[in-house]
C-alpha cells in the first residue's frame, strides 16, 4: 500500500470465489448478523456482540484504514457473485521492524463446510507475504476449537506451542494453541518465488 499526501490507496484481494475488502459503515448489519451468534463466538475473545458493540467494530476498523504506519488491517469477506458478507479476517498488530503480524478469520456459521475460511485465509497470506513482505504470520485458537485447528493446518501453518492461561475470557482462564507460518516456507507450498530482504516493509 502507498500513501500520496492525503491518499491511501484501498487494499482489495480477491479469491475464485471471494473478495477481501476494506470495511465501509454501511457493514454493520451484514457483520452483526453474525458476530451476535453465541455459538459462533463461542471460543473467541469477544461476542456475542450488541449492535452498539458491532458498529464500535466497524468505525474502529474504518480508522485504522487512515492510520500511519498501519498495524491493523480488517477485511470484509465477501461472495464475489453476489457480493454477501459471509465473515471477516484480519492481519493486526503489524511489528515492522520484526515483519510479523496476528491472523484471524471469522465465517458465519451459515457458510461452514464450503472451504471460505482456507480461501480467505490463503488470499490473506498471500497480502502479507508478497505485498507487506511479512517473515512470520501467526494465528492462536482454543485447543477445542479442532475445526480452526483444521482450517490453519490446511493452509500451512504449523503449530508452535501450546500456551497454558494466558487469557482471561469471558470470566475463566483460557488456554491457546499458537501456529505460524514464515515466508520461505509459504512460498515453497505455494510454488511462489519471493525476493527474501532485510528491513522495514512498505505499508
Not at 11 to 28: A, G, N, Q, V, Y
Not at 147 to 161: D, M, N, P, T
Not at 177 to 193: R, V
Request: hydrophobic fraction near 40%.
Amino acid at each position: 500500500m502507498r500513501v500520496d499526501g492525503e491518499r491511501v490507496a484501498v487494499i482489495f484481494r480477491s479469491t475464485e470465489r471471494l473478495i477481501l475488502r476494506e470495511f465501509k459503515d454501511e457493514d454493520w448489519a451484514g457483520v452483526h448478523e453474525y458476530s451476535r451468534d453465541a455459538r459462533l463466538t463461542y471460543y473467541l475473545n469477544w461476542g456475542p456482540n450488541t449492535d452498539e458493540q458491532t458498529k464500535a467494530f466497524i468505525k474502529r476498523a474504518i480508522r485504522h484504514q487512515t492510520e500511519i504506519p498501519r498495524t491493523n488491517f480488517e477485511f470484509a469477506v465477501v461472495t464475489s457473485d453476489n457480493q454477501k458478507i459471509v465473515g471477516n479476517c484480519r492481519l493486526i498488530s503489524m511489528l515492522h521492524r520484526h515483519r510479523s503480524s496476528e491472523l484471524h478469520c471469522i465465517i458465519r456459521r451459515e457458510d461452514w463446510g464450503k472451504g471460505y475460511g482456507a480461501e480467505a485465509i490463503g488470499a490473506l497470506l498471500a497480502l502479507g507475504f508478497e505485498e507487506f513482505k511479512l517473515h512470520r504470520i501467526f494465528s492462536v485458537v482454543d485447543p477445542e476449537d479442532a475445526a480452526s485447528a483444521r482450517v490453519l493446518e490446511k493452509c500451512g501453518l504449523q503449530r508452535e506451542g501450546h500456551l497454558r492461561e494466558h487469557l482471561w475470557v469471558k470470566g475463566q482462564w483460557r488456554d491457546s494453541l499458537l501456529y505460524a507460518i514464515l515466508d520461505y516456507e509459504w512460498a515453497q507450498l505455494n510454488g511462489k518465488s519471493l525476493e527474501l530482504e532485510l528491513g522495514d516493509p512498505v505499508v
